[in-house]
């Protein structure tokens, strides 16, 4: 007898599913934000379209996302990852409102401008060039900016700590809240015709005879296509149908607070405040590998700089801290694969599944049913990586 | 503030005091972290001066309890009072908040105790003021003596409802009626198990007394009772039920809900111990060796925490963790007789709980609502529909649930909704409870002010 007269392990039988239809035009595999927003996008170019997501436990790094639909810090070097992530954020507002009217669930999709904090004049300093290289980077697009003292932050946030030196100003960021999102994407997919499958982690996908057969713990599916946008599960999958991608999994945590009255007006780059009143900071980065525990030492820093650029949030209660894993390219940049051992096999990592979002509804559904790479993402493949 | 303990055990009821005494008697360095200021956990919680009439209606079980707790308090352990426990990292690295302040302890085997919480009763109306659980209600008898002015009417099942209610009555509180849930035909599963009850000679003798008691104040007992509501404009103001095939309504300011208790799982499940489902008390509990050593190397459960065994189960229990404890850690000299004599007593509690478990098992209605508007998280208001529909968009669990309706992500982190979620998951699902994996709280276990984190002297020490 055991100790404590526990029952014996259990594990669920596999159950049969509904097996009315194992063939799609399309598979997309991974359920989290990058893959449900793409599956959404394909409904339009195609009349089945199937997501494969795993059970209740996986990695899920749309938990861990922290909700902002961010330009100003993205693409220092890279324009090209600047100018499709503005893609993305201008397009932002159409896609919350499309998700809205089509399923009722509201994103909290908000684009007031966003802050980064500097805490030093030498930071300050530092901003300003970044500013100044994307303004010049943007060439006719432009790209407007403003660099704020202590004093003309505190207009827009009286809140500011003393210590705070002052901050960045961009009117193209702003905030959606990652898990209505994900719910509105879902059902919205549902909604347009598209078959999700939860509890459907893919072990392989093999390919023989232009089609690609993947093999679930329920069973095999099967089609002449396939998206892998499964986190950082992707280069597994990846490999299997030809595509390399490099990844480097980083770990971030996240608190959360219990709700206080409206202050922040706009959010920062690793701060904001939800419609609900919580507040959410975090943005931090350490390579951990596979774990997705949390470090009080992090938490604690995370905390020490929110109290520092806010000190009136120093008696405000943490509710939850976690941790999720970012999934990073080398680079930091996302990367989208078209296997050529394989046609019709694609691949992409992604850091950002909020602000990309609407990017990947609106602009991957063409290439991947067949029609040439769009030119805006046409860098961002993974034969940047490759050492020739 | 800093300490390195060979065992830390957090909690101090019956299971933690137990244990934390038999390990420093096994020659370990032990320090004890409890949220409480003062020992004794919820089972004997000790008012700071109880009165003699307090003293009488809480029985003969609590004075055994305040004998157990001025004998811990002579034992040489390192113990801290006030000590809310937020984090407990792989490594036996402990965080916890006194006076405040955040502060970190490290501990080469952690022991958990955290013991029991009540089952969440989530029938319509169990939101409203003037509705409270049977627990709670004793816990302000035990720590104020507060009885409540009116006639209360007490709803469920299980051994503690029968016990307020004798208390209540010693302190001279009315009680207004007393409604059964419990389905009649729980007696037909618990029956072949009578005879470890009949074993329990004193423990069936206390049943009996409170019992008698409850009949010779003629307090009303309605047994059978289903579909139970809680109504009232703003507030509780009569509590109707279903009974032999017509509805019944008592006019009630004041409704004590209580379906048992289930394991306090909220660290065990947050370090990702193995825990596996026990269908009888219908709840998780961590998978632990005969030493109440989890599958974790330095990682322990004893008491209720680990499965409902009751108070005198859990101080046994907790010696028998102390000493796997020790074993773990390379120390010899146990104490075979101590070790024996627990075994014994343990053999005989599992018979008695094996029928009590049965006999009480809740039914289903009480612990999964029928009506879609019913609140099922009261931290985020949400609703068993939005849970549903949830489950019917795919969420296969908890995890999956909170993302689509933040049901578990206020304050208390699920740990009072998550029983009614996993439950409504399967119900929709087609799926057993034990097919619905059980939830994964976060640190901070319980809310920490962001200044406490940014401590300097904790960021120091945690780097």
Redesign the interface.
Known sequence: M?????????S?PPRMTDIRDRQADIIVVG?GLVGSAIAYGLTRHASRVMLL?E???AF?A??GNFGLVWVQSKGDGAPHYTHWTRNSQERWADFAAELKARTGVDTHHENNGGLTLCLSESEFLDRRSLMERHRRDAGNRGFEYKMLRLQELRELVPEAGDSVYGASFTPYDGTANP?FT??AV??GF?KLGGV????HAVASIAHRDGIFRVETRHGTYEAPRVVIAAGNMTPGLARQVGMEIPLNPQRGEI????RVAPFMRLPTQNMRQTVEGSIIMGDSKEDVGFDT?????V???I??R??TAFPI??????????AALRVLSPDGLPIYAASEECPGAFATICHSGVTLAAAHANELGGWLMGADRPEAIAKLGPERFHVS | MSANWDLAVIGAGPAGMSAAMAATRLGLKVGLLDEQPRPGGQIYRNPAQPTPEVLEALGEDYAHGMELIEKFRAADIDYRPGATVW?V??GG?I?FLRDGR?A?VQARHVLLATGAIERPVPVPGWTLPGVMTVGAAQILLKTGGYVPDQPAVLVGGGPLLYLVAWQYLKAGAQIGAILETVPRSNLWSALPHASGMLSQGRLLAKGRRWLRDLRSARVRRIRGVTDVRIEGEGAAEAVTFQKGGRRQTIQTPLVLLHEGVIPNTHISLAL?LEH????IQQWW????????RADKPGFS?AGDG??I?GAEAAEH?GL?AAHGAAMALGKDGLDQAGVAEARGALKSV?GARAFLDRLYRPARSQRVPAADDTIVCRCEEVTAGQVRQAAR????????A???T?CG???C?GRLCAPTVSALIAETRG??D????AY?P???FK?????A????A??AK??
């Open positions: 055991l100790f404590n007269g526990c029952a014996l392990a259990y669920p359920g997501d059970g209740d436990r899920r749309t938990r898990l994900l719910r879902h059902q549902d999700y499958r939860p509890d608190l959360v607070t219990e525990s949390t470090d009080t030492s938490i604690s820093d905390a020490a929110a109290v949030l120093r008696d405000v209660p943490v509710v939850r801290a976690w | 984090d990292m792989a690295e965080a955040s970190e990702g596996g489902w026990n269908d509990q961590p998978r632990l060796d005969d030493w109440g459960v680990a499965g065994w229990l028998l599992a968009m795919g969420a296969l669990g908890l995890t999956q909170k993302a689509y933040r992500m206020g304050p982190q799926l057993d034990a097919e619905v994996p994964r976060r640190p901070p809310p920490v002010t962001l200044g984190l940014a401590a300097p904790f960021r945690a780097g």
